[in-house]
């Protein structure tokens, strides 16, 4: 253009399959893995059998799900973009794994997902906490996921008590399944390059699952993480958290009184708006990578904490399990499964409930 400026147009990210090629959108989470020697890694990590139905999401242009085609019974593909779909389509199109791959075109996280064994997959980062507890909450049980995470939210998945990445995630993934780290993956692995690098993940759900009140662990670990590095005893003082738990303990106390507990304590079949529950971990301070939590412990509490009256018949109450099971000291950092456990135990004994 006269009196100006040529622009050029940056090159766009594409892969030529069959003459054609397609343009990788980053804002939706397409990075697709190039590297045919880790593809073929995480397949035979993946432990497929040839009687397996295997769930793939966001398989993209293909490459991961040709090696699963090769090793499973068949493979069921979840695929957001109608033109990675009909990519894939057409590249499996009059071959022997044709008849053997199901395509859905859909949003994972609001279909209906089928019955599979295992599921393999390379995740967009963004839906990476929400996809992991609706395949934690499937029915039935699947055998093991093998997930694509991006690295500081794998971290967390796999984090034991004292490690700085445990967290309200780590906690509530754990309750529900076995997690182990698998492979560390660098950026370069993928078409277009991430930001940020990934690990693999396998995931194995825990059979049976932990016969507790999902809404009541919530609740418990909620408290406990809200500052992870407090000790117990300074986060059962907030008022907030007492004038809470006070509220709970009326409120079952009246219904015991007029015959009608609403069920409390009694046991039914779990369901998948039970687990789900935990799934929720957008306020969790210690998943936001801030050192908020790490304040010094004889730093003044701010305005929301302490006090309720010194003379407080339930903040006692309150101290005194704390005190009853070792925990007054103790911060949620450095807590195991069993510890939270026996400490929802000891509230619900005393008739203290989080929900």
């Known amino acids: 253009m006269a ?3 040529i622009q050029k147009k940056r090159p766009q990210h594409t892969q030529g399959i069959g003459g054609g090629g397609i343009t990788f959108e980053k804002s939706k989470g397409q990075h697709i893995l190039k590297n045919p020697m880790l593809v073929e890694s995480i397949v035979q990590k993946s432990g497929i059998k040839p009687t397996d139905v295997v769930l793939e999401i966001g398989p993209g242009t293909g490459n991961l799900t040709k090696k699963l085609l090769e090793c499973a019974k068949s493979v069921v593909a979840v695929e957001l973009d109608p033109r990675m779909v009909l990519e894939l389509n057409r590249r499996f199109q009059g071959t022997s794994y044709a008849s ?3 395509v859905i075109q859909g949003d994972v996280l609001k279909c209906d997902l089928p019955y599979f064994d295992i599921c393999v997959a390379n995740i967009p980062y963004k839906i990476s906490s929400p996809l992991t507890f609706k395949l934690l909450s499937h029915r039935p049980m699947f055998r093991c996921a093998v997930i694509m995470y991006q690295r500081e939210f794998a971290l967390r998945l796999v984090a034991q008590p004292g490690d700085s990445a445990y967290c309200r995630l780590s906690v509530n993934t754990q309750l529900l399944a076995r997690v182990s780290h698998l492979l560390k993956v660098g950026k370069n692995n993928f078409r277009p390059p991430p930001k940020v690098d990934s690990s693999v993940v396998r995931i194995e759900p825990r059979r049976p699952l932990p016969p507790v009140s999902f809404k009541e662990w919530d609740g418990l670990i909620r408290v406990c993480f809200n500052k992870k590095n407090k000790t117990l005893g300074s986060l059962f003082k907030q008022k907030g958290v007492l004038a809470l738990l006070e ?5 079952l106390q009246s219904l015991r009184l007029s015959g009608n507990p609403e069920g409390i304590g009694e046991e039914k079949e779990i369901t998948s708006e039970d687990v789900n529950v935990l799934a929720d ?13 790490n304040r010094d412990e004889d730093e003044e509490m701010d305005t929301d904490s302490v006090n309720i009256s010194e003379g407080s018949t339930f903040k006692d109450k309150i101290l005194e399990i704390l005190r009853q099971g070792n925990f007054l000291e103790k911060r949620a950092s450095k807590l195991s499964q069993v510890d939270f456990l026996f400490l929802l135990s000891l509230f619900n004994k005393a008739g203290i409930h989080f929900s």
């Open 247 to 251: 509220k709970n303990y009326k409120t």
């Open 281 to 293: 971990t957008g306020d969790d301070i210690s998943m936001m990578g801030t050192d908020r939590d």
């Open 100 to 102: 053997r791959l199901k």
């Open 3 to 5: 009196g100006g400026k």
